[in-house]
């Protein structure tokens, strides 16, 4: 029997499989944002690491900007989380759409627009939506903060394969 275009996407991604049935997974791209990022970002900065590859990670402030007025943020934690993605970004060369950028946009939504999110790809982003684009052909997951330093740091995640069923 033919595999899925699952299987086939995480056979190809599978970097080692490990004896307890999780693998090391190749990530193709990663979305960053400003609330998920800083942590991740301090914690490369303080083990002395660095980004592995800058060019497959990708930002864009969305979750604290206002809807009117963009580029005044009252609240001083949302202003400084979106002040540390910036300087994140210049300092480990990762692409940013900022607030001046015509590209800014919804985490989830500028991949896909950008031609960033690609069928066949595997995909994280440190939000639970990132799983919607596995509707574009991929393997995607919303991941936590200590995840997002991890592929930033070595380009892949750990996971499990998931089951699957017919619908």
């Known amino acids: 029997m033919g595999k899925t275009l699952y299987r086939k996407i995480w056979d190809d991604h599978v970097v080692r499989e490990l004896d307890d049935g999780l693998a090391i997974l190749y990530v193709d791209r990663q979305m960053v944002h400003e609330v998920t990022s800083p942590q991740a970002f301090e914690g490369l900065r303080l083990a002395g690491r660095t980004v592995r590859r800058p060019d497959l990670n990708f930002a864009t402030m969305d979750h604290n900007v206002p809807t009117c007025d963009r580029g005044n943020i009252k609240d001083p934690i949302s202003k400084a989380q979106v002040e540390a993605l910036e300087q994140n970004c210049a300092d480990y060369g990762i692409q940013l759409f900022?607030?001046?950028?015509?590209?800014?946009?919804?985490?989830?939504?500028?991949?896909?627009?950008?031609?960033?999110?690609?069928?066949?790809?595997?995909?994280?982003c440190g939000d639970s939506h990132t799983g919607t684009h596995g509707a574009l052909g991929t393997i995607a997951f919303g991941i936590g903060t200590s995840e997002v330093e991890h592929v930033l740091a070595t380009q892949t995640i750990l996971q499990r394969l998931s089951k699957i069923f017919k619908v």
């Open 98 to 124: 900022g607030l001046d950028s015509d590209s800014n946009g919804i985490v989830h939504i500028i991949g896909p627009e950008l031609g960033i999110i690609l069928p066949g790809n595997t995909v994280v």
